[in-house]
């Protein structure tokens, strides 16, 4: 027999995870159910083998051998002959029918799902309220999850008398697997429910309020317990994992709790002092600038940063100066600071000062 690719048969990558083999596998088997398709000898054929690479791909040891080896040796060395799905369940019903038969499945809980949700700077120090769209499978409003159609219900699978396996001899050895006719569950779906196809679920849009807490920064991960895929079997369902990006801010930047801000002041504000308005997360302030400011000096506004997601204290402000040279002089501005440059000397400008007696205690 040859080979079978079982990613393509599901239509997913060779580097899917779990969640996409998973949600590949449950839009297939809707699609191809051999209930929406009664005597179809060739729908019957492909939706066993779809179940048989979803078999494979969501258990990590059979993916991993069959990624190495291909689909026979994924399946286990017993499959051609009929002893079971792979070694390790051949010896695990050995043990199981030794010690009072295997349970049936349970109830499964569904898959977590992920959605990216992008905020602005202030929505990311202050909080916010957001509205969102997910699809995803919910519980069937028919049937309630139970496959079957309202009405009716689920049957002993005639196949295993409700015992989720069947068994075979081989030599003294008396061997459990699960049942072909009910999947391992013991119970059949006589009447599937018309809404869901008898698969429990269906596709939904569902818009959801999301309160984003003061305070998060990109990489934050809110959860939303029960806004997941589906559960199957009754399981419940699985969470929403909502990951926040911030957009960039024009003038400010975020250190931890700490909001940094740039603002250019002019070389006469810098050398003479005065009051200058700095715009803060809160809106605008005054900062008092001392005279003989040099570029890059740091004013530290206390509490004026983002609070703290642990404490709820916020952080500072950082006001850091950049004097700014002028760039056009007309005639008078230029003369004006020729003039400075005659009158003054090392002595108002002390960091010159350092530096040059340092070249001459190296230099001489």
Do not use: W
Not at 24 to 50: C, M, N, W
Not at 166 to 190: K, S, W
Not at 245 to 270: L, M, N, W, Y
């Amino acid at each position: 027999m040859s080979d079978k690719d079982y990613y393509r048969i599901l239509g997913v990558n060779r580097d899917a995870d779990d969640a996409d083999i998973k949600r590949a596998y449950r839009k297939l088997a809707q699609e191809y159910h051999p209930d929406k398709h009664s005597g179809d000898k060739t729908v019957e054929e492909k939706f066993k083998t779809i179940n048989e690479a979803y078999e494979v791909l969501k258990d990590p040891e059979k993916r991993a051998r069959y990624d190495r080896f291909g689909a026979a040796e994924a399946r286990g060395p017993f499959a051609e002959g009929g002893f079971g799905p792979d070694f390790q369940d051949f010896f695990g019903d050995i043990f199981s029918d030794f010690f009072g038969g295997r349970q049936r499945q349970g109830p499964q809980p569904g898959d977590d799902l992920r959605y990216d949700l992008e905020i602005g700077f202030e929505e990311s120090v202050s909080g916010a309220t957001k509205k969102i769209e997910i699809k995803k499978t919910v519980q069937c409003a028919a049937c309630r999850g139970t496959r079957a159609k309202p009405g009716t219900s689920a049957a002993t699978c005639p196949n295993c008398k409700g015992n989720g396996q069947i068994f075979m001899q081989q030599g003294f050895l008396r061997i459990a697997r699960p049942c072909p006719n009910c999947r391992g569950e013991g119970r059949t779906i006589p009447h599937p429910c018309e809404e869901c196809k008898g698969l429990g679920f269906t596709h939904a849009a569902r818009t959801l309020t999301i309160n984003v807490p003061p305070g998060v920064d990109s990489g934050a991960r809110l959860r939303i317990s029960n806004e997941g895929e589906a559960g199957t079997r009754g399981g419940r369902p699985g969470d929403l994992y909502v990951f926040l990006t911030v957009r960039p801010h024009p003038i400010f930047k975020r250190e931890g709790d700490d909001i940094i801000c740039e603002v250019p002041i002019s070389f006469p504000q810098a050398t003479l002092g005065g009051e200058i308005e700095v715009p803060t997360i809160d809106g605008k302030t005054k900062l008092k600038i001392p005279a003989g400011t040099q570029s890059g000096k740091v004013f530290n506004l206390k509490s004026k940063g983002a609070p703290s997601l642990r404490t709820g204290r916020r952080g500072d402000q950082m006001i850091v100066v950049n004097v700014e040279t002028p760039a056009k002089l007309n005639k008078r501005q230029r003369e004006l600071i020729e003039e400075l440059g005659r009158i003054t000397n090392d002595e108002s400008f002390p960091q010159k000062k350092s530096f040059l007696d340092k070249v001459k205690e190296l230099f001489g």
